[in-house]
């Protein structure tokens, strides 16, 4: 028996490689993180609009286009490791085309446009092209599991977008192009240098792929599309929506309020990263379901307490990230944290459907709540503006994320206390009422709100610290 599956060898297993993207994330994103005030006291409302619509249209062209070759390179290169440089040619043959696609319609497009909007066209062209490679490459070593090389990429990526931001926002200072020019260049060269790590490492694209794989891979990638799409509505479609209702200025504000849910998202993508590696080497076993029940509880219970200790302090974290214009972002962000715990939680369970090469489930899951984010959206941005927006984006995530809930229980019955959940959920929207509505004494009465949540989850908390304290407590055994 190997040592992965042992039940001791699962948790090792998802713990060193939490090790590993806790090195690559919370460099990547909290170096990012400290750039946000750099972006709020350079760009106007205007410029982040544009900008922030450029980033968001990419999280929907590229794994749609790219026929989600990415996520399939992840599956499949776990399972199927001799294969790999098949794996490699298969996705960059799909990233390449989509490239192309891209490109001439970027290209086509220039006869309708005018002269300043064709040279973000172009822009937007590069920027897509270097995001695919960056995207699948992730993905694909991730697959490999060659963790290392996805830690040096992101954080090469990471380093590269800072030291290009100072150059082209502060020292340059040519605005929005510059915030342009740095993406483009952190991904292009990012993905360069995992390339070669990769062929350093002795992983070489396969020039004649196996078809029978390309079959496999496409009949599980296509259909997630729509699991692509639909989150990509959930995360997405409210900011066209205000920018079309309520104008780009309004959107760039609304656009930065995500950037504090985005320290919660560090947790979630550390932890969702490796959790879909260990999701797809576990699912076979016979003691899966208490191994997936354990991590669910766990999750949940830290991204809820997480959620609520960054409610309690968003108007700090708010006035130290948020300049002129954009401090009204923050109320905003109470919402959009709460979005964030069923996102994580969707994401979660979709890694277990998918570790049983369920793609549909997951496409239907995301698409019943795109329906009625979108449904919602068209409802209240009129009458709440972007706040509208933001309940909305909650709503949805909720929606989705009790689908999913559902369809995974086809195959594994997690074991969680539903009634303690929701009165968690439920406190978690008391505290942001009493947030954003600026009641008297909120910070007290959050403050009692968020040690309640913990006692609803001390169980889970108690578990959590005695299992990473026998983690921690192995490691420094092993180092001796």
């Known amino acids: 028996m190997k040592e992965t599956d042992s039940p001791k060898g699962k948790y090792r297993?998802?713990?060193?490689?939490?090790?590993?993207?806790?090195?690559?994330?919370?460099?990547?994103?909290?170096?990012?993180?400290?750039?946000?005030?750099?972006?709020?006291?350079?760009?106007?409302?205007?410029?982040?609009?544009?900008?922030?619509?450029?980033?968001?249209?990419?999280?929907?062209?590229?794994?749609?286009?790219?026929?989600?070759?990415?996520?399939?390179?992840?599956?499949?290169?776990?399972?199927?490791?001799?294969?790999?440089?098949?794996?490699?040619?298969?996705?960059?043959?799909?990233?390449?085309?989509?490239?192309?696609?891209?490109?001439?319609?970027?290209?086509?497009?220039?006869?309708?446009?005018g002269p300043d909007v064709r040279w973000y066209i172009l822009l937007f062209a590069l920027l897509f092209t270097a995001n695919s490679c960056y995207e699948?490459?992730?993905?694909?070593?991730?697959?490999?599991?060659?963790?290392?090389?996805?830690?040096?990429?992101?954080?090469?990526?990471?380093?590269?977008?800072?030291?290009?931001?100072?150059?082209?926002?502060?020292?340059?200072?040519?605005?929005?192009?510059?915030?342009?020019?740095?993406?483009?260049?952190?991904?292009?060269?990012?993905?360069?240098?995992?390339?070669?790590?990769?062929?350093?490492?002795?992983?070489r694209r396969d020039k004649d792929p196996d078809e029978e794989l390309r079959s496999q891979m496409l009949s599980y990638s296509v259909p997630l599309i729509a699991y692509s799409t639909g989150s990509w509505v959930n995360n997405a479609a409210d900011r066209y929506i205000v920018l079309a209702l309520c104008g780009a200025a309004v959107n760039g504000v609304y656009g930065v309020a995500y950037k504090i849910p985005a320290i919660l998202m560090v947790f979630q993508r550390i932890f969702a990263q490796a959790w879909q590696m260990s999701a797809t080497k576990s699912y076979k076993d016979e003691k899966s379901a208490e191994f997936f029940t354990n991590m669910y509880r766990t999750y949940n219970c830290v991204m809820v307490i997480g959620c609520a200790v960054l409610i309690l302090l968003v108007n700090p974290i708010a006035a130290f990230l948020f300049k002129k214009d954009f401090y009204e972002a923050w109320l905003y962000v109470p919402p959009l944290l709460i979005s964030v715990i069923f996102g994580a939680l969707t994401g979660f369970l979709g890694s277990i459907c998918l570790a049983y090469k369920d793609s549909r489930s997951m496409g239907v899951a995301t698409s019943i709540g795109a329906v009625a984010n979108v449904a919602m959206n068209l409802a209240f941005i009129p009458r709440f503006g972007a706040m509208g927006a933001a309940i909305a984006t909650a709503v949805s995530y909720a929606i989705m994320c009790a689908f999913a809930y559902r369809f995974v229980r086809r195959y594994v019955v997690i074991e969680n206390n539903i009634l303690a959940d929701i009165l968690a959920y439920?406190?978690?929207?008391?505290?942001?009422v009493a947030m954003i509505g600026q009641i008297r004494g909120r910070y007290i009465i959050c403050a009692i709100l968020t040690a309640i949540?913990?006692?609803?989850?001390?169980?889970?908390?108690?578990?959590?610290?005695?299992?990473?304290?026998?983690?921690?407590?192995?490691?420094?055994?092993?180092?001796?």
């Open 13 to 113: 297993y998802l713990a060193g490689n939490i090790a590993l993207f806790s090195v690559s994330n919370f460099v990547s994103k909290i170096l990012v993180f400290l750039l946000v005030p750099l972006y709020t006291n350079v760009l106007s409302t205007y410029e982040y609009g544009i900008a922030d619509i450029m980033q968001v249209t990419l999280l929907l062209l590229v794994p749609a286009l790219t026929l989600n070759i990415g996520e399939a390179a992840l599956r499949f290169g776990i399972e199927n490791a001799g294969k790999r440089g098949g794996i490699l040619g298969i996705g960059t043959s799909f990233v390449l085309r989509a490239d192309a696609v891209v490109v001439g319609l970027c290209i086509a497009s220039f006869a309708f446009a």
């Open 426 to 432: 439920l406190i978690l929207v008391a505290i942001s």
């Open 136 to 203: 699948f490459l992730i993905l694909f070593f991730q697959g490999c599991e060659a963790v290392p090389i996805v830690v040096i990429g992101s954080v090469s990526s990471t380093v590269i977008t800072i030291v290009s931001n100072i150059i082209f926002l502060l020292v340059v200072k040519i605005g929005l192009n510059g915030y342009i020019y740095s993406q483009i260049l952190a991904f292009a060269l990012a993905s360069a240098v995992m390339l070669c790590l990769g062929r350093r490492s002795g992983i």
């Open 453 to 480: 949540v913990a006692l609803v989850y001390y169980k889970d908390v108690y578990n959590v610290t005695v299992r990473m304290y026998a983690l921690v407590k192995n490691r420094i055994h092993a180092g001796r």
